[in-house]
């Protein structure tokens, strides 16, 4: 016999069809996360930030009124959809996550842009935090500074499924760090029309970034992920920078980095600047493996792979490159025993290897520009 009834949990109402005889099966349940507890009073922990009908209509008022969140007490914050201007930082507090309705139904509205990057940015960072399921815009003014989320001495946060866009003059930051360890997954940061712009700018610290798309665009000078010290682990992104006319790095990797960067993609092309698609420096040594690089552009060098240091140590395997200056080079030649470089299972479609050939060891690595068959480079990566 079919039978209907009504089960009410908080504010949601679920309507359930039944029979005599009913087989369940894990993932043809609905959960559902009530705003409000039995006899609709509010659940502990969670507050609501909403136009109407909210516990709070404003992000940073609703983040000001926690006061006892701990490991043993967290709390989250839920945006309802709409727009929301940010008229002062959010400042983030300990064991406390933001989630927003989803990219396209929570947008967070930047206002303040100044020389001060702490005091220009959405979100200040806290330990044991987490962002998510939100939009961020922000516009920077000439001379000053607009920031998605600046990082300080900040471990264990998380930022998943967010959306950073970032326009205008001055300098722009999707992500600024400093001595902070980070995850960013599932997110896309898009800047455009700055001096000077970093998708991510890691003065120091650890990063693991996941599953990401960086898009900068119509700048001076752009990067899209710069870690200066510390480690960094960059898997299945991609990042593109288009219309620039300075100095342009999709990677760069600056003081004593271990980087690892793999199943990614990279596509540089603007008319001016010398452009790198990952650019390490000072005795960083990365692992590169699995990745597509394209950089072009009628003015300017243009580089797969640069290693500026006579201590780089660079282990490439599985890679597609695309670079007519060079598509590895390597600064190598005036270390007589570091500094060597590994180039293993690699297409160049244009561009070689550029460097010291007592350091630079090839095996199975093609010269595809070619005009008849791909030509297989010796072992020194000579062609």
Known sequence: MLG????TLGCALVMVLATASVTVFAQNKVVVIPMSGDDAKPLANIVTVAKANGDFTDPVAAMDSISDASASNPYLIVIAPGVYPIASIINMKQYVDVSGSGQNATVLLGTVSTTVRNESAVFNGNRNSGVRSLTIRHSSTSGNNALGFYLSSDDGILIDDVRIEIDGPGSNYGIYANSSD???????IELSD??????????????????NLIQLSDCTLATGILVNTGNANI??????????????AG????????GVVSGSSIDIDSSSGNKYGIYSNSASKGLYSGLRIEVTGASGSNYGIYSNSSTNRSRITGV??????????????????????FISNAVFREGLVDGAVSKLHCSFVFDESAPTAPIELGANCAN
Not at 251 to 258: L, Y
Request: proline share 0%; hydrophobic share 35%; with cysteine.
């Open 251 to 258: 990677i760069h990797f600056n003081s004593s980095i271990d």
């Open 182 to 188: 980070f995850s960013l997954s599932n997110s896309t």
């Open 194 to 211: 700055g001096n000077d712009v970093n998708g991510v700018y890691i003065l120091s610290g650890v990063f693991n970034s996941h599953n």
């Open 4 to 7: 209907k009834f009504k089960l």
């Open 235 to 248: 898997i299945g992104n991609r990042i593109t920078i288009d219309g620039c006319t300075s100095i342009q």
């Open 320 to 341: 597609d490159i695309l670079a007519a200056s060079a598509a590895v080079r390597s600064s190598n030649s005036t270390n007589a025993t570091a500094g060597h470089t």
